[in-house]
């Protein structure tokens, strides 16, 4: 019994500790008082904890102000160097490595290009890249990698959580690539290893376009498309975590061949290389797939038909038949899971959006149900066309609010 007590009050402590510390990160700089009112908690506990993480240096003084009548009310914040984050953006060509402060600060980088499709045909060089990458960014940034609270993986494909981390490309032959066996040969540091959509999706629900809604898909489109969905402020994964992959839904029934090996997928028809296809670029251009990254000949060339639909017919027929493809999925999304908010991002998403975002919006009401469409907002991310290894950034920052700042 006596275990049991104490097992239950330390318990208590760091859902304390997690409950203070969240507020404090996202809600700050807050005075003592204010914590009270909005976790609950009493002065008495507020006070304890708060001495631990200032006894940590996890949270520091942010200056003070004026109370009602009484002694001024010293603000707090969480401390920005109390430890630093590693996000690592696994595109189909490219190893991105950034290494960020608490407040997400970019504080060093290091990037490596890649085969196409490279993690899921030969993964140990790619796995090389990554530690590469791990040991340059804490050198470069003088990091102490002892204050590297952890290191979040966005990759491309389905993440298959369990006792072993395992992903799956869809686009390519080998699957149940073991990525987090494969990195613990060369790294110590603790991992968190999640599809990239999924990751720059939590970002944006935290500190973008997704920030006050509890209900939400971040649909986000590169050369590939893929989709956070967010219910209850929760990421739904589906029961193997493959959900999400949005852009292998079927729009056209015995349609386009998919890279997939399917035909009809969305993908086929909105993703930036099937753009360039239409429009005739064929495979110039071929680049950096998944929802996250695309290279620079397949990027510009995106970009240079998105500018010349202005004036040049062939442009805006195929800007016009994307918004009308995007559309549908969109409202799919919206009649299968009735979010707040619909938030299109991806680089290639944002120049579609830029450009035709009421065309989108036309089409999605034509294919959606009235009533949860007049419900849904239909906007861009807010973070940046390629933001997935600061979407990966927040995967161990996640764990490190959850246990109370626990190392």
């Not at 009270?36 to 507020?46: D, E, N, R």
């Not at 996890?58 to 109390?82: I, Q």
């Not at 360039?276 to 060339?301: I, N």
């Not at 120049?351 to 919006?361: A, E, S, T, Y």
Request: hydrophobic share 40%.
């Amino acid at each position: 019994m006596g275990q049991m007590n104490r097992r239950t009050v330390r318990d208590l402590r760091r859902g304390n500790r997690s409950t203070l510390l969240r507020q404090l990160y996202f809600r700050g700089p807050v005075s003592r008082q204010e914590l009270g009112t909005l976790t609950g908690l009493s002065s008495g506990s507020v006070s304890n904890v708060v001495g631990e993480l200032l006894a940590d240096e996890l949270v520091e003084e942010a200056g003070s102000v004026e109370s009602d009548g009484g002694r001024p009310r010293t603000l707090l914040r969480v401390t920005p160097g109390g430890g630093h984050l590693i996000g690592v953006d696994v595109g189909e060509t490219h190893v991105r490595v950034e290494l960020f402060d608490l407040a997400l600060t970019e504080l060093a980088r290091w990037e490596h290009p890649l085969t196409p499709g490279g993690l899921e045909r030969d993964p140990e060089p790619v796995v090389g890249h990554i530690l590469t990458g791990l040991d340059a960014v804490v050198d470069k940034s003088g990091a102490s990698p002892e204050a590297v609270i952890g290191v979040g993986v966005g990759v491309p494909g389905v993440v298959e959580q369990g006792d072993e981390v395992l992903v799956h490309g869809p686009t390519a032959g080998r699957e149940a690539v073991p990525l987090e066996r494969l990195l613990r040969t060369g790294t110590e540091l603790p991992l968190f290893i999640d599809n990239g959509a999924t990751a720059q999706g939590q970002a944006e629900m935290w500190f973008g376009a997704g920030r006050g809604a509890d209900n939400a898909v971040i649909a986000l489109i590169g050369s590939g498309v893929g989709a956070a969905i967010v219910t209850a402020g929760v990421p739904y994964r589906g029961a193997t975590s493959s959900a999400g992959e949005w852009g292998h839904t079927v729009v056209q029934v015995g349609g386009r061949a998919c890279r997939c090996g399917a035909v009809g997928c969305l993908e086929a028809y909105v993703g930036a290389q099937a753009v360039l296809d239409r429009y005739g670029h064929g495979a110039r251009g071929a680049g950096k797939g998944g929802a996250g990254g695309a290279g620079e000949d397949q990027q510009a060339a995106f970009a240079a038909i998105v500018g010349a639909a202005g004036s040049e017919t062939r442009a805006r027929e195929v800007l016009e038949e994307t918004a009308a493809y995007l559309g549908a999925g969109i409202a799919d999304l919206i009649n299968l899971f009735n979010p707040e908010r619909i938030i299109l991002g991806g680089w290639a998403g944002l120049l579609l959006g830029g450009r035709v975002l009421p065309r989108i919006r036309a089409a999605t009401a034509s294919y959606a149900l009235r009533r949860p469409y007049a419900q849904t907002e239909i906007g861009l991310a807010e973070l940046g066309p390629d933001a997935v290894a600061l979407g990966a950034a927040t995967l161990p920052l996640a764990h490190f609010l959850a246990t109370g700042g626990a190392r």
